[in-house]
């Protein structure tokens, strides 16, 4: 599926099983890919934070997302009471991209 706006050219696809975006500039270029990811791909150092600061936590999906200027990993879990995403970029830093209660 293609999206168009005024920033970017965004593609949605399924590759060898894994949902996939690439992002374009106007020229062509790419700005950014997305790729879902199976756990064991996502570093030990992201599943050790995930891990230590959301336990009981079910992981329900990975991302592993190229910019321009970065490399990060989006982690999606939830539990009982609230869904959370987590972001952890190429230094092992982790913040919460969004959290939201159920």
């Known amino acids: 599926m293609w999206t168009v706006n005024e920033d970017y050219t965004k593609a949605e ?10 992002y374009y500039k106007a020229n062509g270029d790419v700005l950014a890919r997305s790729k879902g990811i199976s756990l064991y791909e996502l ?4 599943k050790r934070r995930f891990a230590k600061k959301f336990e009981g936590y079910n992981v329900t999906e990975a991302i592993k997302f190229e910019g321009f200027d970065e490399v990060a990993y989006y982690i999606s879990g939830e539990n009982d009471k609230e869904s959370v ?3 952890v970029n190429d230094q092992d830093m982790v913040s919460v991209f969004k959290k939201t209660k159920k």
């Open 13 to 22: 696809f399924v590759a060898a099983s894994s949902k996939m975006e690439v």
């Open 85 to 87: 995403i987590l972001k």
């Open 43 to 46: 570093p030990v150092a992201a």
